[in-house]
């Protein structure tokens, strides 16, 4: 009897299956880490995803449809909330309300950032399942991000056409300002005049007199050459952009996009004569390419254009009137530099004038530049 207990108690068969039970074990575990967090890893990078495209849009709408407009129904909210649940994250949208778009302010003080929070968490009701965890009592996890983008002033552009008009001023003569008015410091003497026209440039946010893209969509100018003795909100002066000379490149400028990068206070060396035939000839070339574009009064944009985004708005640099009108008044040699921009849709030629509408435009932060906070370009990017 004490030998058959020896001899069960000396007995290792079927300790195997004590061994292949344990592997099992930590296979389940290491399978349920490589699936599972493998999983959890993948929608926290969707997550992101969906957070920064809602963040991006929203800072977009902001530039390009209302920049004042924070309402629970504005573009900024709305296409934020749109874009981010239209980025799935682990097969299902993720939940993105009102509440969960806001608009920080940048480190100057500016609120011109758009905050996208996305979720997918228990709370909301939307929580992951867990494939292997579920095993272990672990039967979802949440998942979250966010994200923070800017339409932040813009201090350069590329595709700039090749003739510039004067930044818009409080007009003092026969105000209110109007396309047709012109820039006056002075009489036909020379002589001060007591209550001149006044500028004030985009370095100063809180008095700046020029174009804003959301006072200014819209607005109707019919450009005009400029006759280079006044300073007259529809005439534009012809320049040469870096690398270009004469008719064939001025007019080659506008009907293709010159891919120079033009800052803010670059020089705008002037191209002899008011190239009226160039200007037209390009005008009408750039047209043709997308014809079926038009000005819709309604939404104030472009409509029926076969691109994402019509060559037909273009940069027009905008310069200093009072640097005009000083020059001319006292025969100097008027150097113009670039203060602004605005984009500008261009609707087609009338009499051998330009008539396009304003509207906004993105743009480019480049160092060694002024970067003014008014400036009516905005660039989108993500901050955070």
């Known amino acids: 009897m004490r030998t058959s207990f ?22 389940l575990a290491a ?48 296409s934020a909330i749109d874009t981010a649940v239209a980025n799935s994250v682990v097969g299902g949208a993720p939940s993105v309300g009102v509440g969960d778009v806001t ?13 996208v929070s996305v979720y ?18 672990v039967a979802t996890v949440d998942i979250g991000a966010t994200a923070t983008a800017e339409a932040s002033p813009a201090n350069a552009e590329t595709c700039v056409a090749p003739f510039t008009i004067p930044d818009k001023w409080t007009e003092k003569q026969t105000g209110p300002w109007d396309p047709t008015d012109t820039f006056d410091l002075y009489d036909a003497a020379g002589n001060p005049l007591p209550n001149p026209d006044v500028y004030i440039g985009p370095e100063d ?30 005439f ?52 043709a390419e997308d014809p079926g574009a038009t000005w819709d009064t309604d939404c104030n944009c472009v409509k029926g254009s076969a691109f994402p985004k019509s060559p037909r708005v273009v940069i027009i640099p905008l310069y200093d009137p009072v640097a005009f009108a000083d020059g001319a008044a006292h025969g100097k040699p008027i150097t113009l530099k ?32 002024p970067n003014p906070p008014a400036a009516f370009p905005k660039a989108i990017r993500l901050v955070q």
């Open 236 to 287: 534009y002066n012809p320049w040469d952009l870096p690398g270009s000379v004469g008719a064939a490149d001025y007019r080659a400028n506008i009907d293709t996009c010159n891919t120079n990068v033009v800052p803010i206070g670059f020089d705008m060396p002037p191209e002899p004569g008011n190239m009226v035939g160039p200007t037209k000839q390009g005008t009408n070339d750039l047209v």
């Open 103 to 115: 608009f920080p302010l940048d480190p100057a003080g500016v609120a011109d950032r758009v905050k």
């Open 6 to 27: 020896h001899h069960l108690r000396d007995d290792e068969r079927g300790i195997s299956i004590v061994f292949v039970a344990l592997g099992f074990m930590a296979l």
């Open 338 to 369: 670039v203060v602004n921009f605005i984009g500008f849709f261009i609707e087609g030629m009338k009499a051998g004038e330009v008539m396009g509408r304003i509207t906004p435009v993105g743009g480019l932060v480049v160092g060694g530049a």
């Open 120 to 137: 997918r968490t228990t709370a909301r009701g939307n929580a992951i399942p867990t494939l292997m965890g579920s095993l272990f009592g």
């Open 31 to 78: 399978t349920t880490l490589s699936i599972d967090v493998g999983m959890f890893m993948a929608g926290r990078s969707a997550a992101q995803t969906s957070a920064d495209a809602g963040a991006l849009a929203g800072a977009t709408a902001l530039a390009y449809n209302s920049f004042t407009d924070r309402s629970a129904t504005s573009p900024a909210v709305v």
């Open 205 to 234: 946010k809180v008095n700046y007199t020029g174009y804003n893209a959301d006072r200014d969509r819209g607005l109707e100018i019919v450009l005009k050459a400029n006759n280079d003795t006044k300073v007259t909100a529809s």
